[in-house]
C-alpha cells in the first residue's frame, strides 16, 4: 500500500477524499449518538427535579387532615408508589450504573437506599403516628439535597456530553480542514504544477518547438507522463529532424531535375529554332558544367562522316593535351566509356558519330547516377540536334534541286518551246532574205516573230508570277483568295469566285503548294483562253468518300479545244505533274453547259497515314 502510495497520485487524492468522507460519517455518527445520549439526560434531569417535587409533595399529604372517606392513605401509597418507580426509572439509572466507583453510582445507592430503608417506612409511620412528622422532614429535607446533588450530576453528565460533541466536530472540522490542505497541497505541487508544465510542453511541441523537458522524476502517474512525452518529443525531434533532411535532399534532388530539364529544354528549343551551328552549344555546356558540378567538361563535334573534330568547346581555360593539339582524336572518340580520369560519352544517332562530349573527374570521383543520367541526355540531345540539322540541311539540298527540276521543266515546257519557235522564225527569216523575192515575204515571217515574242514574254511573266507564289502562314485559304485577286486585278471582264469548304482538313504544306499551283494554272487558263466572264473554284469533299478532297476551277466560256498541241500550251502536262505529286487524277474536259472544267480529285496525306496506322492495328 505505501508502494503504491508513492507511485499513484490517483490514489493519493483517492485515499484523501475517503479519509475526508470517513471522518465525517464517524463524526456525524458520534453526533448522533452522543445526541441521544444527551437527550436521555435532559428527560433524567426533569425526572429527577420531578422527585424533589414529589418528595415535598408527599408531606403536604402527609400534614393534611384525614378525609372522612379515608383516602389520604391512598393517595399517599400511591406517590410512593410513583416516586419508587421514578427512582427506578432506566432514565435515571443508567448514568448511574455506568461507573460503579463513580460518585454519581454512591450517591444513586444512598438515595435508593434511604428511601427504601428509612423514608418510606417513616412515612407509613407517620401517618397512625403523626407525632414523627417532624423527624420525617428533616429526613425528607436530607433526601432533597440528595436528589438536588443527583440532578446536577445529571445536568453534569448532560453537559459533558454536549462537550464531547464539540470537542468531536472541532476535532473533524480541524481533521478535515488538515487533509483538504494536504489535498491542496498534493494537488498543486503533484497535479497542477506539473499538468502546466506538460500542457505548456504539449504547446511547445504543437508548434515545432521540441527543445521542452518536462519533469519526470518521481514514480507516479504524471512523472510516467512526462518521462513518455519527452521520449515523444525526441522522437518527433529525430523524426522531424529526418523529415527536414529528407525534404533538403529531395528540394535539391528536385532543383537539379529542374535544371536537367530546363537545359535540355534549351537543348530542344535550340534544335526547333535551328541555330546557325556548335558554337551555340557552349553556353549550354557552361550550364552544365554548372548543374552537375564538374568545372572541366570538353565537347568536340565532327561531320557525321568524319573522324576529326572542327569544333572543340571547354568550359575552363586549360593547356589542351598533346593529342587534341596533334588532332588524334581516335582514343577519345573511339575509346572506351571511361579512360583514366575522364568520362566520354559519344555523340551518335544511328551509325553517324557528332563528336564527343568528354567530362575530366578529380582522380577517384565517381558520378552519382543522375549525373550520369543528365550527360547521356544531354549527349543523346546534341547528337539530334545535329542529326536534325544535318537532315534539314539535306531537305533544303533535297528541295532546291526539286524546284530547280521544277523550274527547268516549266521552262522547258513553256519558254523554251516559245524560244525554240522564234528560232525557227529567225531560220525562216535567214532562208527569205536569200530569196531574190524574199524581202516581199517579210511582213508574215515579222508578224510571226511579233506574236511569238510577245506570247515569250506573257510565258515569262506569267512563270515570273508561279514562281513568286508562296505561303505567308495564313493557311491555303489565304493564299488561294490572294492568288485568285491577283488574276482579278489584271482583268475587268471576268469575275472569280472561290468556294473553300474544308477549313476544317489538315493538309501537309506540299499539298497546299500543289493546289495552290494546279488553281492558278487553271484559272490562269481561264483568264486568257476562255472568253467567259465566270470561273468558278471550288475545294470541298467528296459526298460519298469523305476522305478525297475535289478541286474544281470552272469557267463559263468557249470551252477547251481538242488539239493536242494547245492542250500542252495550256500547261496540261505541269498540272498533271503536280496531280501525280499528290497521287490524285486530274481530269479536264467540256463541260454539257458550256465552258471547261479542270477537276482534281485526292486523297490528302492525313488520311492516308491514318487508314495505313489503322490498318497495321488490325494486322497486329
Not at 101 to 122: E, F, K, N, R, V
Not at 190 to 206: S, Y
Not at 241 to 251: F, G, H, N, P, Y
Request: proline share 4%; charged share 25%; net charge negative.
Amino acid at each position: 500500500m505505501f508502494s503504491r502510495l508513492s507511485r499513484s497520485v490517483v490514489f493519493k487524492i483517492g485515499l484523501l477524499m475517503f479519509a475526508i468522507s470517513l471522518l465525517a460519517v464517524v463524526s456525524m455518527a458520534s453526533s448522533v449518538f452522543i445526541s441521544d445520549s444527551a437527550e436521555s439526560d435532559a428527560y433524567a434531569v426533569n425526572l429527577s427535579g420531578s422527585l424533589r417535587m414529589q418528595s415535598y409533595q408527599i408531606l403536604n399529604t402527609l400534614l393534611l387532615p384525614e378525609q372522612e372517606d379515608g383516602s389520604k392513605g391512598d393517595k399517599l401509597a400511591n406517590l410512593m408508589e410513583s416516586f419508587t418507580a421514578k427512582l427506578q426509572q432506566p432514565v435515571i439509572r443508567r448514568p448511574a450504573m455506568e461507573d460503579v466507583d463513580s460518585d454519581h453510582h454512591m450517591l444513586y445507592q444512598q438515595i435508593l437506599g434511604d428511601w427504601q430503608a428509612h423514608i418510606q417506612p417513616a412515612i407509613v409511620t407517620a401517618i397512625d403516628r403523626p407525632q414523627t412528622i417532624p423527624a420525617l422532614q428533616t429526613q425528607v429535607a436530607a433526601l432533597v439535597e440528595k436528589i438536588d446533588q443527583l440532578v446536577n450530576l445529571h445536568q453534569y453528565h448532560a453537559e459533558k456530553n454536549v462537550a464531547s460533541i464539540r470537542l468531536i466536530q472541532g476535532l473533524a472540522l480541524l481533521a478535515t480542514a488538515l487533509l483538504i490542505i494536504v489535498a491542496m497541497f498534493i494537488i498543486n505541487h503533484q497535479i497542477k504544477q506539473p499538468l502546466a508544465q506538460l500542457t505548456q510542453i504539449a504547446r511547445q511541441i504543437g508548434r515545432g518547438d521540441f527543445t521542452g523537458k518536462a519533469n519526470d522524476t518521481g514514480n507516479d502517474e504524471l512523472a510516467l507522463l512526462g518521462h513518455t512525452l519527452n521520449h515523444m518529443s525526441d522522437a518527433l525531434s529525430r523524426s522531424h529532424a529526418q523529415m527536414e533532411k529528407k525534404v533538403r535532399d529531395k528540394t535539391l534532388r528536385l532543383e537539379q531535375s529542374n535544371q536537367s530539364i530546363e537545359l535540355l529544354y534549351h537543348i530542344s528549343k535550340s534544335m526547333q529554332n535551328g541555330t546557325d551551328g556548335p558554337a551555340e552549344f557552349e553556353p549550354l555546356l557552361k550550364r552544365l558544367s554548372e548543374i552537375i558540378g564538374l568545372p572541366d567538361l570538353d565537347l568536340c563535334v565532327m561531320t557525321g562522316s568524319g573522324n576529326t573534330p572542327y569544333e572543340h568547346l571547354m568550359t575552363c581555360d586549360k593547356i589542351l593535351p598533346a593529342n587534341c593539339v596533334a588532332q588524334e582524336c581516335s582514343g577519345c572518340v573511339e575509346g572506351t566509356v571511361r579512360i583514366e580520369d575522364k568520362l566520354r560519352f559519344p555523340l551518335t544517332r544511328g551509325k553517324d558519330n557528332y563528336g564527343v562530349l568528354v567530362c575530366q573527374l578529380i582522380p577517384g570521383q565517381q558520378l552519382e547516377t543522375w549525373q550520369m543520367r543528365l550527360l547521356n541526355s544531354v549527349a543523346e540531345q546534341l547528337a539530334v540536334s545535329l542529326s536534325l540539322r544535318d537532315q534539314q540541311e539535306q531537305s533544303h539540298r533535297l528541295a532546291l534541286m526539286h524546284e530547280r527540276t521544277v523550274i527547268a521543266r516549266e521552262l522547258h515546257d513553256s519558254l523554251a518551246q516559245a524560244l525554240s519557235y522564234l528560232k525557227i522564225q529567225v531560220a525562216r527569216l535567214e532562208k527569205t532574205l536569200q530569196k531574190p523575192d524574199g524581202i516581199e515575204q517579210l511582213p508574215p515571217v515579222i508578224d510571226e516573230l511579233k506574236t511569238g515574242l510577245s506570247s515569250a514574254y506573257r510565258e515569262l511573266r506569267e512563270l515570273l508570277t508561279t514562281f513568286r507564289l508562296k505561303m505567308d502562314g495564313r493557311g491555303l485559304y489565304s493564299a488561294m483568295e490572294q492568288s485568285l485577286r491577283q488574276l482579278q486585278e489584271r482583268s475587268d471582264q471576268i469575275r472569280f469566285e472561290l468556294a473553300f469548304n474544308v477549313e476544317n482538313l489538315p493538309f501537309s504544306p506540299n499539298e497546299e503548294i500543289h493546289l495552290l499551283q494546279i488553281t492558278r494554272e487553271a484559272a490562269q487558263n481561264a483568264l486568257h483562253h476562255s472568253q467567259g466572264d465566270k470561273v468558278q473554284v471550288s475545294l470541298e469533299r467528296e459526298q460519298e468518300e469523305p476522305s478525297r478532297v475535289r478541286l474544281t476551277i470552272r469557267d463559263n466560256g468557249v470551252g477547251i479545244g481538242e488539239d493536242p498541241s494547245k492542250l500542252n500550251h495550256y500547261g496540261l502536262a505541269i498540272m498533271q505533274e503536280r496531280s501525280r505529286n499528290l497521287g490524285g487524277e486530274l481530269a479536264i474536259r467540256r463541260h454539257p453547259q458550256g465552258g471547261t472544267e479542270v477537276s482534281f480529285e485526292f486523297e490528302p496525306e492525313y488520311y492516308a497515314k491514318r487508314q495505313k496506322d489503322h490498318l497495321a492495328v488490325e494486322l497486329h
